[in-house]
């Protein structure tokens, strides 16, 4: 059996062309079950869908003590959803949209993530 939970990315830009921090109060932190742990059995799996305009997002991972995995995904508006499998150490996931250079104003245009499990 699958488990799924979603929800939208918050407006505004967190990280700036350069990859420096704009502000957290635009980012979003989601708690997540390691695999094969605490009845969770299977992989994890992240992705983002987005529509109107294309949008970067910067994902980090943490694994219980540092935040080890730090990736970049290009969401495009008219292509597939886009995204990974968690590694099994993820505890935590950090996602912020990135500006994609100095005259990128779309902050706000519709992102949503979608996290999967498979369950015992």
Known sequence: MQAFQTGEIPHGFAINE???????????????PMANQSGWSGDGFLSFGSD????????????????????????????????????????KVSIGRVKKGPNDTVDNA???????????
């Open 110 to 120: 519709p992102v949503s993530w979608l996290l999967q499990y498979q369950t015992t």
């Open 18 to 32: 350069n990859g420096g921090l704009i502000h957290y109060k635009y980012a979003i932190v989601l708690a997540v």
């Open 52 to 91: 109107w305009a294309d949008v970067r997002l910067r994902v980090a991972i943490h694994n219980g003590s540092t935040w080890s995995v730090i990736k970049t995904y290009d969401v495009t508006a008219g292509g597939l959803r886009v995204g990974d499998q968690l590694p099994a150490s993820s505890q």
